[in-house]
């Protein structure tokens, strides 16, 4: 991998972990930051977006529906089909439906509060 850009969004979400054997099985709500990694070996040689690996804008037309539709001002539980969407679960969530769409992802981050993240990337 030779270049990375990585685009940030942010959502407001509510969810509940079932199964944990602390507070976080009770329904409570984040401000979520997510980061989305695309990566390649080389850059655009012509065109209008000559010297990118990608374009920001077209990370976010592919990332932005799924955040608004799935993941802002909705319950994880029901709208991921995740039972317990932990954030590890949820990073592994988002960066199939990202890689669905064809973007070259390479890994998405998933940032649960201001302390505490975590990194989703296939192996």
């Not at 969004?9 to 509940?16: G, L, S």
Request: charged letters at 20%; a negative charge.
């Amino acid at each position: 991998m030779a270049y990375a850009v990585r685009k940030r969004f942010t959502f407001e979400a509510a969810h509940r972990l079932p199964h944990h054997d602390g507070k976080c099985a009770r329904l409570h709500g984040h401000s979520w930051v997510v980061w989305v990694e695309v990566a390649g070996m080389s850059v655009e040689a012509s065109g209008p977006k000559v010297g990118m690996l990608i374009d920001f804008g077209d990370i976010a037309q592919i990332v932005r529906p799924i955040v608004d539709d799935y993941l802002d001002h909705h319950y994880l539980n029901e709208t991921t089909g995740l039972e317990s969407p932990t954030s590890e679960l949820l990073a592994e969530w988002l960066f199939e439906k990202v890689a669905a769409s064809g973007l070259p992802i390479a890994a998405v981050t998933i940032q649960e509060t201001c302390t505490s993240e975590c990194i989703y990337r296939r192996s």
